[in-house]
């Protein structure tokens, strides 16, 4: 069985300064994992995967996560928050025969203050 | 341009009545997938087909149903069996790779039970 934790449901940052957005998972296989971000009445739009190559993914907009496994961990970071950045991030796992199904973390909120 | 359309963009329904969802989506994707959305948590999977003609139940089917009768289109009626159907409903489409499973997603529908 796979799950996922989003250890934050509500992150603040100043504009400029660093985003960390933390995520946990359990997996019975060697998981693939993203990120997603999703804006106010939007769907979901994906931030960046890792399917088992390099444990350091680079996304879309200056953002990237590490793959540790001795961590079971997936954090999401940004060197720089901007005031775009403001959404609801979803980390989520895809493992299991065929990898259909995916789950996916309750969400963390990000807000960017001027 | 290739993507996902969801229509209507937002329903109201009584209670005792059926309605129809619609996704459609020219990215040529054999998997297409239908969750549900409540606030602050994560996505739920409701029902995803794999290919024409099948569809299996996700993790919480009951009260509604799909079918697939083309690949670019997975209509989901929400029926008057589900308890609690006010709720963002996402469509989402896949190629099926076994070795990832990124996701793309429609925009949503916001439905409303009266």
């Known amino acids: 069985a796979q799950s996922v934790t989003q250890l934050d449901s509500h992150v603040s940052v100043s504009e400029g300064t660093p985003v960390l957005l933390r995520c946990n998972y359990s997996?019975?296989?060697?998981?693939?994992l993203f990120w997603y971000v999703q804006h106010p009445n939007k769907g979901l739009q994906l931030l960046l995967k890792?399917?088992?190559?390099?444990?350091l993914v680079k996304g879309i907009n200056g953002f990237e996560a590490e793959f540790k496994k001795s961590e079971t961990s997936f954090h999401l970071t940004k060197p720089s928050a901007h005031m775009s950045d403001a959404a609801e991030y979803f980390c989520?796992?895809?493992?299991?025969?065929?990898?259909?199904?995916?789950?996916f973390g309750s969400g963390t909120r990000l807000q960017v203050q001027p | 341009d290739g993507g996902i359309t969801q229509s209507p963009k937002y329903l109201f329904r009584k209670e005792g009545q059926n309605v129809t969802l619609s996704c459609e989506q020219n990215?040529?994707?054999?998997?297409m997938y239908w969750y549900r959305q409540d606030p602050g948590q994560g996505l739920r999977l409701i029902y995803y087909s794999q290919i024409v003609n099948d569809f299996q139940k996700g993790d919480i089917a009951e009260g509604y149903s799909v079918s697939r009768e083309k690949k670019e289109s997975f209509p989901l009626t929400v029926t008057s069996a589900q308890k609690n159907p006010t709720a963002f409903y996402l469509c989402?489409?896949?190629?099926?790779?076994?070795?990832?499973?990124?996701?793309?997603f429609g925009p949503g529908t916001r439905l409303t039970v009266l």
């Open positions: 989402a489409s896949s190629t099926g790779t076994p070795q990832y499973n990124e996701q793309f």
């Open positions: 989520v796992v895809s493992d299991g025969p065929g990898r259909r199904a995916l789950t």
């Open positions: 990215l040529n994707h054999d998997a």
């Open positions: 997996s019975s296989y060697s998981p693939s």
């Open positions: 890792y399917t088992s190559a390099a444990t």
